[in-house]
C-alpha cells in the first residue's frame, strides 16, 4: 500500500503564492511519475502538472509560466509552486502517483486533496 500526504492549501489573494507539498511513502520500487490535479465545484478533474523520475514536465497551459513543479526523488517528493494565482485556480488539488510496486505490477494513488481558495 502506498500513501500520498499532501500539505501546503489555504487562502490567498488574487497575485499571490502558494506551495503544495506531496510526500510518497509505503511499497514502493519507484515512482515514475508524479503531479498534482485539480477540480473545480462542478468541473471534472483536470491535470495541472506533472513529472517524472527523469525530470520531463508537462504543465497546463492555463498554468504554464505560473505554476512550476518539482520533485526529489531520493525523498519520494512532488512539490507544486503556484504564483500569480487567479481566482480561477481556486480548487481541490490532489497529488497523483504512478507507482511501480515491488510485485512490478504499476499503480496510481490519488491523495486525499487539499483546498487551495483565491480571494479578491
Known amino acids: 500500500q502506498v500513501q500520498l500526504v499532501e500539505s501546503g492549501g489555504g487562502l490567498v489573494q488574487v497575485g499571490g503564492s502558494l506551495r503544495l507539498s506531496c510526500a510518497a511513502s509505503?511499497?514502493?520500487?519507484?515512482?515514475?511519475?508524479m503531479g498534482w490535479y485539480r477540480q473545480s465545484p462542478g468541473k471534472q478533474r483536470e491535470l495541472v502538472a506533472t513529472v517524472t523520475s527523469g525530470g520531463r514536465t508537462n504543465v497546463a497551459d492555463s498554468v504554464n509560466g505560473r505554476f512550476t513543479i518539482s520533485r526529489d526523488n531520493a525523498k519520494s517528493t512532488v512539490d507544486l509552486q503556484m504564483n500569480s494565482l487567479k481566482l480561477d485556480d481556486t480548487a481541490v488539488y490532489y497529488c497523483n502517483a504512478l507507482v511501480l510496486g515491488r510485485d512490478g505490477y504499476s499503480y496510481e494513488y490519488w491523495g486525499q486533496g487539499t483546498q487551495v481558495t483565491v480571494s479578491s
Open positions: 509505503g511499497s514502493i520500487f519507484s515512482l515514475p511519475a
